[in-house]
């Protein structure tokens, strides 16, 4: 019987060759099956010409979070299905902190939503995504 590695393993494992959770400096705050919650500080690169985070940055730290949530259970997973509904305009030097909660769970497919607050507590974003749960185990070396 394979056992599945432990949810921080996997995530440590998916971010060792993740280059844009990298460069967006994502801190994994917590990490359990089914469950995650990453902050990052919104720095002047990521930025839009209107000089607020570029919508994509809000995203992207969401999906990030959705791959690990889905992903801690052990088995590879992607999404297949994503969406994102901007409440509040993000700033240079703002925190966020994306959490994840699952919403719906079965043997193939997982669908959460993200929210993602500023260091005031603000929500500022909705995050909805779906993910297919493949068969294949993950391994950690």
């Known amino acids: 019987m ?16 993740d280059h844009f959770s990298k460069w967006l400096n994502l801190e994994l705050i917590t990490i359990s099956k089914g ?8 720095t002047k690169t990521m930025l839009n010409g209107f000089q607020i985070a570029h919508g ?9 979070c959705l791959a690990f949530a889905a992903n801690s259970y052990g088995f590879i997973s992607y999404s297949i299905n994503t969406s994102i509904k901007h409440l509040v305009k993000v700033n240079e030097g703002d925190t966020l902190i994306a959490t994840s909660k699952e919403k719906k769970l079965s043997s193939k497919n997982i669908r959460y939503e993200i929210s993602i ?4 507590n603000e929500l500022v974003a909705v995050f909805t ?13």
Do not use: F
Not at 2 to 17: C, F, G, Q, R, S
Not at 35 to 42: D, E, N, P, Q
């Open 2 to 17: 394979n056992k599945t590695p432990a949810p921080k393993d996997i995530v440590l494992k998916m971010l060792k060759e």
């Open 35 to 42: 469950s995650c919650t990453l902050s990052m500080k919104v």
């Open 56 to 64: 994509g940055i809000c995203y992207s730290l969401a999906d990030s």
């Open 117 to 120: 607050e500023n260091q005031l």
């Open 129 to 141: 995504g779906e993910v297919h749960v493949s068969t294949r185990i993950w391994t950690v070396d």
